[in-house]
């Protein structure tokens, strides 16, 4: 498509034409003229451009010699300005994101978006320096070469530049004067000291402003946010959690809502905030040289391969990792690693920088603006040939990739849940694919699709059995809760066993983990009269309460209010609090156990910039006894003084309504039990659970994967689920129910007049969660046999050009989840 206006002249003539992906919710690239100043543009640079009344930024997907065709009375629009003398992007990185949005049906240019330097879309940061070199060149007098190049007496941008000397087309002749090493481009310094970024604390007035019902959503949310975090927020973290592109803080400052305070953020590198420990190069197993080896041959091979490492918790993996590393930086290549949590990235990362010093990067977006620009360039320049980080490092600019390592593959924390929509790990494998690399999956509990792969001979499988100096695996105990009931009441807990372990352990000086999958104090606020439980105004699910059960909160939305002292349905008076989250466990066990340190690891408290890092710290230095949280404590981390996993409310997600709900929970008990007995003193795991005969539990408790995968295929089998098959979940919003539901309709009933063979299309019907935040949500399930899948996109990608359906329609191919 082509950006045009309307005229009486015919399309204008320019030397070349440029399809730019823009970052909008739109199915298409767009067709502008080059100028001729810009003769040096090419795909991969970033450009600024006018569509309608605004000026965006897009990147050069293509440059095209013959012009568009155009409807008669239109001209072509030009590109305005080029932000890069040279692409920030190769064909390797374009290709790929041309694939991201094809495959996961999403907008060009929003699939570009996440290759593109951090600094995109804002002011410059990038200057241009003049180099000693440049004193005795020879350039031309009076030409544009030789007028920048005298101009820069000092730092300058482009966009001064173009100031200085006059002219708009200085990019041709800055990416003459750096390809000749007169010119080099820098970042702009971001000043001597400690930066400081400001970050917002809810005031008393503003914990009463949430008692109101009349505060507008936005506010309402922001406010929610802050009244049940444990620390002033930084303004990044609270837009980015609610999606606001700018927050009402100004606002909210002055009517005395929240406070405005300074954090210190840490120093300019994050490398400045780890912590791991000396550790030395551990010599290899047998079974760890094996699996080196093998990585080894097909590097060297210059060979795709992919290798799914099933090894059990405490087995070496990370070794082999650290080992993959050093062999393809041998060979002059570089290697991408990725984990599933951001509280993962500092030991890694640690260990990484002990090993291969400043050739290391870190990516991921609890980094502050400038230390993650900072990164990316470094990568991008080939400073750094090692990049590591959470689901996004894997669009790192990564030039000649030999490994990817993929650790905790099965995690959904992969998937990204906004538009595209894409999975870290299959992008990786596509990625490793089209540069000749080796990637590796490495997990205890491998996901159905990679293990699938693995034992159909797709994917090499290799297996660490054993732990390290043949450790055993920590001992593990149902606890039926039924029984704890009948002995103890119905608001047990902690059960008796737990108490006692926590107890003793603690005594002797180790450590202990607790793991509670759900956050808040309590679950539910329930009519005693009625039966209702308090829901959210604008989503069909129950509020959570905070700060002790004063505060209701939607996870969803993130709406909250004062905790209601009536039923909205029958006006009731007596309302029971029902369930419990990490809040209230926290609380718990500080009461139960006094005399120990007890620490909490969820959502609400890991909101500071640094508080993963510092809080793991801490705990690793023995200064915290216990450990209480979400399933951010079940990998990754090492411990060797951990000797008591206990798990709570353990069969929580065997209720939800998806078919992966058995492999989520066998996956997540399995590793939560590996974090214990990592060390020279054996470790136990209690588990708490209403349901112990449960086979995803039964399975969990004898850490037995492979039992585990053939009970669950022939479940996967019979109702025809991944991996034998591919799924695609279409939800259609509206701010109406009806209007969702025609829409919905109008989509199933084109794909079925498709009569794909071997395609179901279950549905319309609604969502689990039929309204979030103030919209209507219907779903349509596909179930597609891999050779139909490409002409399911297609046809996916096709109804998506409507303009007004593609608002309301979110396509998610190979969900994680389906509520």
């Not at 620390?231 to 700018?246: F, W, Y």
């Not at 606890?479 to 006692?500: A, C, F, H, N, Y």
């Not at 989520?664 to 007995?677: I, M």
């Not at 053939?710 to 129910?737: C, D, H, K, T, W």
């Amino acid at each position: 498509m082509s950006a045009a206006k309307s005229s009486s002249s015919a399309a204008s003539s320019f030397p070349r034409y440029a399809r730019v992906a823009l970052p909008l919710p739109l199915v298409q690239t767009f067709s502008y003229g080059v100028p001729r100043a810009l003769d040096a543009l090419a795909p991969g640079c970033r450009v600024k451009v006018r569509f309608g009344p605004r000026i965006l930024i897009g990147c050069v997907v293509q440059i095209e010699d013959a012009a568009p065709t155009l409807p008669p009375g239109t001209k072509i629009l030009p590109i305005l300005a080029s932000l890069d003398p040279v692409p920030v992007l190769g064909e390797e990185l374009l290709s790929l994101a041309e694939w991201i949005a094809d495959y996961y049906v999403a907008p060009p240019g929003e699939g570009l978006r996440g290759f593109l330097p951090p600094d995109t879309g804002r002011a410059e940061t990038v200057l241009y320096r003049r180099k000693p070199e440049a004193a005795g060149a020879s350039l031309r007098e009076g030409s544009l070469r030789a007028r920048v190049l005298s101009a820069l007496e000092k730092p300058m941008t482009s966009r001064a530049l173009a100031r200085a000397v006059g002219s708009r087309a200085v990019s041709g002749a800055l990416r003459f004067l750096v390809d000749a090493g007169l010119v080099e481009r820098v970042e702009k310094a971001s000043g001597g000291g400690i930066p400081r970024i400001w970050a917002a604390a809810i005031t008393d007035k503003g914990r009463q402003a949430l008692e109101s019902d009349v505060l507008k959503a936005t506010t309402a949310r922001v406010l929610t946010l802050l009244a049940t975090a444990t620390d002033a927020v930084p303004l990044k973290t609270i837009r980015s959690e609610l999606g606001l592109k700018q927050g009402p803080f100004r606002t909210l400052t002055k009517r005395d809502y929240i406070r405005l305070v300074k954090q210190e953020a840490l120093a300019q590198s994050p490398w400045s905030r780890l912590s791991s420990p000396e550790e030395e190069a551990l010599t290899p197993t047998p079974d760890q040289r094996q699996v080196i080896s093998q990585i080894e041959r097909s590097m060297a091979l210059r060979q795709f391969s992919v290798m799914v490492l099933y090894g059990v918790t405490g087995s070496g993996k990370t070794e082999i990792y650290l080992r993959a590393v050093e062999a393809a930086l041998a060979t002059g290549r570089g290697s991408l690693l990725l984990v599933p949590e951001i509280a993962l990235t500092p030991r890694l990362a640690g260990l990484l920088r002990q090993r291969f010093q400043s050739q290391v990067a870190i990516l991921h977006s609890a980094l502050g603006s400038g230390e993650r620009r900072d990164e990316w360039w470094r990568i991008r320049r080939g400073e750094a040939r090692v990049a590591v980080g959470a689901r996004a490092a894997v669009l790192a600019p990564l030039e000649r990739l030999g490994l990817i390592v993929v650790d905790e593959e099965q995690e959904g924390s992969y998937k990204q849940e906004e538009t595209p929509r894409y999975n870290a790990r299959d992008v990786a494998i596509k990625r490793a694919q089209a540069a000749g690399a080796v990637i590796v999956l490495g997990s205890a509990t491998p996901s159905l699709e990679s293990y699938t792969h693995a034992v159909e001979g797709r994917y090499r499988l290799a297996r660490l059995p054993e732990r390290i100096a043949g450790r055993p695996l920590a001992s593990v105990r149902l606890i039926d809760m039924k029984e704890v009931v009948r002995q103890e009441g119905p608001e047990t807990i902690l059960s008796q066993p737990l108490r006692e372990a926590i107890e003793a352990r603690t005594s002797a000086g180790e450590q202990a983990l607790v793991l509670l999958n759900r956050r808040g104090y309590a679950t539910q606020l329930v009519c005693r009269e009625c039966g209702l439980a308090a829901n959210c105004n604008e989503c069909s699910v129950a509020l959570t309460l905070h700060q002790k059960g004063r505060l209701a909160v939607c996870h969803y939305c993130g709406l909250g209010r004062s905790t209601p002292t009536r039923c909205d349905m029958c006006s009731g008076e007596y309302l029971h609090q029902r369930g419990y989250g990490t809040e209230r466990v926290e609380e718990l066990l500080k009461a139960t156990f006094p005399q120990i340190r007890v620490s909490r690891m969820d959502r609400d408290t890991m909101r500071r910039k640094g508080s993963y890092e510092g809080l793991l710290s801490r705990f690793a230095a023995g200064e915290i006894d216990l450990l209480v949280g979400t399933q951010m404590l079940a990998k990754g981390h090492d411990f060797p003084a951990v000797t008591l996993v206990g798990v709570l409310a353990a069969d929580v997600g065997l209720g939800v309504p998806d078919f992966r709900a058995a492999e989520r929970t066998f996956q997540l008990l399995t590793q939560v039990s590996g974090r214990a007995g990592r060390g020279s003193r054996a470790g136990e795991v209690l588990i708490q659970t209403f349901c112990p005969e449960h086979y995803a539990l039964r399975h969990a408790s004898a850490q037995d994967y492979q039992a585990f995968y053939e009970e669950e295929m022939s479940f996967r089998r019979a109702l025809r689920y991944p991996p034998g098959i591919y799924i695609i979940n279409l939800i259609v919003e509206g701010a109406e129910m009806s209007a969702a539901t025609r829409q919905a309709r109008r989509v199933a009933e084109e794909l079925n007049r498709a009569r794909l063979a071997g395609v179901e299309v279950l549905g319309p019907a609604f969502a689990a969660r039929s309204k979030v935040a103030g919209r209507y949500r219907c779903q349509i399930l596909l179930k597609v046999p891999r050779s139909r899948h490409r002409e399911v996109r297609r046809r996916i990608h096709a109804l998506m050009e409507d303009p007004e359906l593609s608002k309301l329609l979110t396509v998610d191919v190979d969900p994680t989840t389906l509520h």
